[in-house]
């Protein structure tokens, strides 16, 4: 007597061999490309360094930009009040009792815009920083997509320089 093959056992068989074959695709992608995946490891490093560079520089130069505009309306305000001794001149000259509260005020204002540009030269050299990191994350990013790309694995996961900021710990991002 005969027994009666089932109609799956084909299929069975069809999708036990596809999936041997995978297997020993991905067996032979992990030992072929074993350098690529170290090298791509210390990418992520450096990337992830870059990526941390990048949050907390804008954060900075966020920070002292804020502080130059705060400063900047001060000086508005002060620059208005030597400007009004000028009301006060006498052939290009002030009086003797005016003359004093002027140079006060006058030290004061231009000591607050040389802390100013001490803060401008800071924001600049802040904001340099930041193009640099961005810079190095952009080409770290590029080159591990693309040698991802070349060892099979195209959609390897490159961290956005915010959840690098988040992975150390220096952020925390919401769910």
Aim: charged share 30%.
């Amino acid at each position: 007597m005969r027994q009666h093959s089932s109609p799956m056992r084909p299929l069975l068989i069809v999708l036990a061999a596809v999936i041997a074959l995978k297997l020993g695709q991905q067996i032979f992608r992990y030992y072929a490309y074993q350098e690529e995946r170290v090298t791509l490891t210390a990418m992520r490093e450096r990337l992830v360094d870059a990526g941390v560079e990048v949050v907390t520089t804008r954060v900075r130069a966020d920070s002292l930009r804020a502080e130059i505009e705060r400063t900047d309306r001060k000086l508005r305000d002060n620059r208005r009040a030597v400007n009004r001794y000028g009301r006060f001149a006498q052939d290009g000259a002030l009086p003797n009792e005016v003359y004093g509260a002027y140079r006060q005020d006058l030290v004061r204002y231009n000591e607050m815009v040389t802390k100013r540009n001490q803060r401008l030269r800071e924001y600049q050299q802040v904001v340099d920083r930041n193009h640099n990191a961005t810079e190095r994350y952009n080409f770290l990013s590029d080159s591990m997509t693309g040698l991802a790309a070349r060892i099979g694995d195209p959609y390897y996961p490159i961290p956005k320089p915010v959840e690098a900021a988040a992975e150390r710990g220096l952020i925390r991002l919401s769910p």
